[in-house]
């Protein structure tokens, strides 16, 4: 696909690799618009890359159907690409699980993913065609030890993913999940601040070149599943 004027959404996209993926699509040439819970830094990276923002927390679920409509409506009435990258964590032990860490993690990984991409996808079987990137995780390929509540959100989203192929492919929809392993962001940190880029691990700009890789790729064919791994992270 190539993305001059094309219309694109990057749930997650005030911060991280969704920053990243935002900022590179839109010298692309594609319109942007990125979502995220906290207004003033959504407007904030909107202002520095050339976005649109629409503050939306994806875990608000009775919300998902009047913002995806709102979002759909601020790129003109299309969407060509969804990126989901939108996600939270939470790493308990064993024994010290509990069903409001699942809740947590699954309302915005796995509800919210799901429930904002059923509100999205209409549009492109109208038009015939677009690209759904769903950001996943190495967590998503094996478990690890704390992993129970997360690494099972991202096993989820894997399933989906794959589901969404089967059905999609007929209507020249491609589906892609990408697994980032470590990579230095905010993700996990409570006051959100991003994590100093360091050499032997991968950042935002890693991933975002790998989606952007994806979504440039001639549309007669597709790339179900890319895992990217630093070379050499100890």
């Avoid at 989906?160 to 892609?176: F, S």
């Avoid at 993700?187 to 952007?212: C, M, Q, Y």
Wanted: glycine share 8%; proline share 3%; aromatic share 6%.
């Amino acid at each position: 696909m190539d993305l001059t004027n094309k219309k694109v959404i990057v749930t997650g996209g005030s911060l991280g690799i969704g920053k990243a993926t935002a900022k590179l699509i839109i010298e692309r040439g594609a319109s942007v618009l990125i979502t995220g819970r906290n207004l003033e830094r959504l407007n904030q990276t909107a202002k520095e890359i050339g976005a649109i923002p629409l503050k939306f927390d994806i875990s608000n679920l009775e919300s998902i159907p009047q913002k995806a409509k709102e979002a759909i409506e601020l790129l003109g009435g299309e969407v060509d690409v969804l990126v989901n990258n939108a996600g939270v964590g939470e790493f308990p032990e064993m024994g010290k699980i509990t069903a409001q860490q699942f809740q947590k993690v699954f309302e915005t990984n796995v509800f919210g993913l799901a429930l904002m991409t059923q509100e999205i996808v209409p549009g492109m079987i109208k038009q015939k065609g677009g690209t759904i990137i769903n950001v996943g995780s190495t967590a998503s390929l094996k478990g690890f030890a704390r992993g129970t509540v997360y690494s099972a959100s991202k096993f989820a989203v894997r399933s989906m993913t794959q589901t969404w192929q089967a059905e999609l492919r007929r209507d020249n929809i491609r589906v892609c999940l990408v697994n980032p392993s470590e990579v230095t962001t905010a993700f996990n940190n409570p006051d959100r601040e991003e994590r100093e880029t360091v050499s032997n691990k991968l950042d935002g700009n890693d991933i975002a070149h790998t989606i952007v890789a994806v979504i440039e790729m001639d549309n007669k064919g597709f790339i179900p599943e890319v895992t990217v791994w630093a070379t050499n992270p100890y």
